[in-house]
């Protein structure tokens, strides 16, 4: 079956997610990942590639030991690049379009299609060449290499670059919103006809001046992160990328290919109380969350879970806790950061990613680390695994800047 640009339209209401990849602490494969997140086993431990220089240790949340370690300055890319390619490499051979996949359509049609990139990250690499920075620093005249290299390490560029696609690239850089956000846009962009099929989500690497700058912030737990509980004392950061693959709805017919789940709806807002800090009521949270429902056409009491984004950290997890017993009070919310870390520009796309497997399963896991409940709060997310009815979900960031971002995916393609 031959496809051209004008076989799709852009009047698709629904954008198919037909292929996930995602690595993060608990595996380095979506499955394994999602799998890990049923498991009592939690294991932050002190960083295995760089070291901190403090009294307390500050535990974080590393990949398991692989290739991807494997670090040198003749490597083309950097860490955050290549988390982010496996993860696309996954999530096209899942969908169907990789080497391994069987599909209709041949390399001539996927190269007629109009196809785009949109990652989130924060840090992206531009922190973990400390050595240049000091020789430089210090007139010692470094090799420029270590420059080349990050110049060319941009997220999207390299995703488009290695699969050779020709469509929009964006790297979207909007604190611990970045991930959702670009999920959010990547649809937009099928539904307003931009592109066939987009390549989105996010990645984010550990490294010593981020952990450090987490630290200074006074943010980060000397312990396990405990959120939403009423110990709860910081942070613990992690690493990883998720990847999803979006198609139009007709493309998807096309090659007669099933879809995961759909995203339904996004919403975006910044509420600019505080460069750090969201504002105490969560208006901005309150605003993305009614964005993203309304653009699903959906009510809040339709939705069968949340996927918090539950830091640790003690205004995220007050001011978050306050908005979903307002607007959800029976609804079931958790976070996966007592297993993954804080992934900071990766976190929304691995919890949007996780949100589907669970839609899927029709289960969620306890938010690993709560075991009391915080009065200032009033509302507790689950402690134990539980079954969960429904077709409809939400993934939501909080993020410094007063950035909030929300998703809300869906089973049921004709939900809209």
């Not at 989105?200 to 312990?223: K, P, Y």
Request: with cysteine; hydrophobic share 40%; aromatic share 6%.
């Amino acid at each position: 079956m031959s496809i051209s640009n004008s076989t799709i339209s852009p009047t698709d209401k629904r954008v198919a997610v037909t292929g996930i990849g995602a690595l993060c602490a608990t595996g380095l494969d979506f499955e394994s990942a999602v799998l890990a997140l049923f498991e009592e086993r939690r294991e932050p431990a002190a960083p295995r590639r760089f070291q901190l220089e403090h009294a307390i240790a500050y535990p974080v949340f590393e990949l398991p030991p692989s290739p991807l370690d494997y670090e040198n300055e003749n490597q083309p890319w950097l860490r955050t690049s290549r988390l982010a390619l496996a993860a696309a490499r996954e999530a096209l051979n899942r969908a169907g379009w990789g080497n391994n996949g069987r599909d209709n359509i041949n390399n001539k049609d996927l190269s007629q299609l109009k196809i785009g990139v949109c990652v989130g990250t924060t840090v992206g690499g531009s922190m973990n060449d400390e050595k240049f920075y000091r020789d430089y620093r210090d007139r010692k005249h470094p090799d420029l290499k270590p420059i080349d290299r990050y110049l060319r390490s941009n997220p999207s560029a390299v995703l488009a670059q290695f699969f050779n696609l020709h469509g929009p690239q964006l790297t979207i850089v909007n604190a611990c919103a970045s991930g959702t956000d670009a999920i959010g846009i990547g649809a937009g962009w099928i539904k307003s006809g931009i592109c066939d099929l987009v390549l989105a989500g996010g990645s984010d690497e550990l490294c010593r001046v981020t952990c450090n700058g987490f630290i200074s912030l006074m943010i980060s737990d000397h312990q396990a992160c405990r959120p939403f509980d009423q110990q709860r004392n910081g942070l613990n950061l992690g690493e990883g990328a998720a990847i999803l693959v979006l198609e139009s709805d007709k493309l998807r017919k096309l090659r007669d290919r099933p879809a995961q789940a759909f995203v339904a709806g996004y919403g975006s807002s910044c509420d600019a109380w505080h460069l750090t800090a969201p504002h105490p009521e969560g208006k901005g949270l309150r605003q993305a969350l009614q964005l993203a429902l309304s653009d699903a056409g959906s009510k809040a009491e339709e939705i069968s879970f949340i996927n918090a984004h539950g830091t640790a950290t003690a205004n995220n997890d007050r001011t978050e806790g306050k908005v979903l017993k307002n607007i959800f009070p029976q609804t079931p919310f958790f976070s996966t950061k007592g297993h993954t870390g804080h992934t900071l520009g990766a976190a929304g796309a691995l919890e949007a990613a996780f949100t589907i497997a669970m839609l899927q399963s029709g289960k969620i896991p306890a938010s690993a680390g709560f075991e009391k409940i915080d009065p200032e709060i009033g509302h507790a997310p689950t402690k134990f695994a539980q079954d969960i009815n429904g077709h409809l979900a939400l993934s939501q960031s909080l993020a410094f800047g007063g950035n909030n971002a929300a998703l809300v995916i869906s089973l049921d393609g004709d939900q809209q």
